[in-house]
Antibody
Framework: QVQLVQSGAEVKKPGASVKVSCKASGYTFTGYYIHWVRQAPGQGLEWMGKINPNSGGTNYAEKFQGRVTMTGDTSVKTAYMELNGLRSDDTAVYYC?????????????WGQGTLVTVSS | DIQMTQSPSSVSASVGDRVTITCRASQSINSYLHWYQQNPGKAPKLLIYAASNLPSGVPSRFSGSGSGTDFTLTISSLQPEDFATYYCQQTYGTPPTFGQGTKVEVE
């Protein structure tokens, strides 16, 4: 069965960087986009960007351009999201999610989420 | 960015009730509209994709309709496990955007 397993919770200071991993199993890693979505405490869902694990091509929300980098390592079937210049309002649960189908952007499979806390 | 507006923001209902949630897009998005269910502390779950399609395993009491700018999620007979927050998402434009969420609460 399809599984996405994310790395554990992180506590970071303002200005630092965080890198969250998302290990995929149960499907062909290179066949589906991986999306990253975040959710601040008590708030709604916010799309950050996506990566094509086959080509490495990325598409980032304008809000995060210049601060986020999404990568993939096909040898270990793992996607990564790195966010730089952390601020307190980056405190959120970060989810990776796999597209429903190769040509769809709806997300059928989700990781368990990674809480990133930014605090001095 | 395409703005997605859900209504109501919350609804109080009882088991067995029919519940309808609407989602309006700021411009036409064809049928690139999806619905998610989220329980507290859990990842979202895809309920409906492309406006009206149910992924495998989603109960048939959930249905979706609409195209263009106006969409509806209907739960025909609310079950205890359906008390949750529901989000619509458009993937017609970039970036994909979500509605603000609708919380279905116990009446």
């Amino acid at each position: 069965q399809v599984q996405l397993v994310q790395s554990g919770a992180e506590v970071k200071k303002p200005g630092a960087s965080v890198k969250v991993s998302c290990k995929a199993s149960g499907y062909t890693f290179t066949g589906y986009y991986i999306h990253w979505v975040r959710q601040a405490p008590g708030q709604g869902l916010e799309w950050m960007g996506k990566i094509n694990p086959n080509s490495g091509g990325t598409n980032y929300a304008e809000k995060f351009q210049g601060r986020v980098t999404m990568t993939g390592d096909t040898s270990v079937k793992t996607a990564y999201m790195e966010l730089n210049g952390l601020r307190s309002d980056d405190t959120a649960v970060y989810y990776c999610a796999r597209a429903h189908s190769p040509d769809s952007s709806s997300c059928l499979h989700w990781g368990q989420g990674t809480l990133v806390t930014v605090s001095s | 960015d395409i703005q997605m507006t859900q209504s109501p923001s919350s609804v109080s209902a009882s088991v067995g009730d029919r519940v309808t949630i609407t989602c309006r897009a700021s411009q036409s998005i064809n049928s690139y509209l999806h619905w998610y269910q989220q329980n507290p502390g859990k990842a979202p779950k895809l309920l409906i994709y492309a406006a009206s399609n149910l992924p495998s395993g989603v109960p048939s009491r959930f249905s979706g309709s609409g195209s263009g700018t106006d969409f509806t999620l209907t739960i025909s007979s609310l079950q205890p496990e359906d008390f949750a927050t529901y989000y619509c998402q458009q993937t017609y434009g970039t970036p994909p955007t979500f509605g603000q969420g609708t919380k279905v609460e116990v009446e």
